[in-house]
């Protein structure tokens, strides 16, 4: 059999049914998921300490940004502790020549808590990078409600059958509402940012463009890993540990080191935040 889980049957005949297969974590990915908690609840840490060097009225990335990594550590320790995550049933049909086709059952590990992070996590990322350009209320509203959208939709392909068009029709939406997101950035985040000038243009064409890069990654990524099963459970949180950390503190590092030296940066959002 070429089952990972075939070691009792090995005598049996082959008339009956090939027994399930099991993709799951070891101890390479539970390591892995452990050392994000502890990065994620560190950063956490620096980012609420680094508010406290500014007066509350210009704390708002602070703010935001601290919560985008305090989201992604209970994430994590869920995640490590073995919770958020559940086994998708996956049924292949594999056809032989000259005997009849069988279909070999898969059980993957999917863990879904990364949705609910991402859920919340990727609207606050978008509400740093459209406040940073100025957007207005309308622009931000509907690109987090695309953003939204693409993370649900993707837990659902997450979840989809593979014998029909669950799995690759609910990728195919999520893709499109991704590219909703981009083009919120790109167009009207860019068209803003260009009229303030100077620094925080400069600064929001480079965070943005960061962004953009390591977020293409996630649905490439996901593509090899819940979608192709090419990649293991370990290889596949190992991925997804590089992208986290540097999406979400390499970002929020960037973005609150530049706010101490780039005076321009939220000047004129003390009005909604707090007055002061
Ligand atoms: C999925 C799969 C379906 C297609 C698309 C996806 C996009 C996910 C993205 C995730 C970004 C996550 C971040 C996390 C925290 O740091 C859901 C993987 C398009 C863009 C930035």
């Known amino acids: 059999s070429s089952s990972t889980a075939g070691h009792h049957h090995t005598s049996l005949p082959s008339i009956l049914p090939d027994s399930p297969e099991y993709q799951t974590v070891g101890e390479t990915g539970k390591r892995t998921l452990w050392v994000v908690f502890v990065i994620m609840t560190l950063a956490s840490a620096a980012f609420a300490g680094m508010s406290w060097t500014v ?61 609910i992070d991402w859920t919340v996590t990727t609207p606050l990322l978008l509400l740093d990078l459209c406040l940073l350009a100025g957007l207005n209320g309308a622009h931000i509203l509907m690109a987090i409600i695309a953003d939204v959208i693409m993370i649900l939709t993707g837990l659902f392909a997450a979840f989809g059958a593979e014998s029909n068009p669950q799995k690759w029709g609910w990728y195919t939406i999520s893709c499109i509402a991704y590219l909703v997101v981009i083009w919120h950035l790109a167009l009207h985040g860019r068209a803003m940012a260009m009229s303030k000038g100077g620094n925080v243009a400069r600064f929001f064409g480079a965070l943005a463009a960061f962004t953009l890069i390591l977020w293409t990654a996630y649905p490439i990524v996901w593509g090899f890993a819940d979608g192709a099963r090419r990649v293991s459970i370990d290889a596949e949180i190992m991925c997804y540990a590089v992208l986290d950390v540097l999406a979400k503190v390499g970002f929020g590092a960037w973005l609150l080191i530049s706010h101490a030296t780039i005076p321009e940066i939220g000047l004129e959002l003390g009005g909604f935040w707090a007055h002061g």
């Open 55 to 115: 007066p509350i009225n210009k704390r708002i990335f602070h703010f935001i940004t601290t919560l985008i990594t305090i989201f992604a550590a209970l994430s994590y320790f869920a995640m490590a502790t073995g919770h958020g995550v559940a086994y998708h049933h996956i049924v292949v049909n594999e056809s032989h020549p000259h005997v009849p086709d069988t279909e070999h059952e898969i059980y993957r590990q999917v863990f879904f808590a990364r949705y």
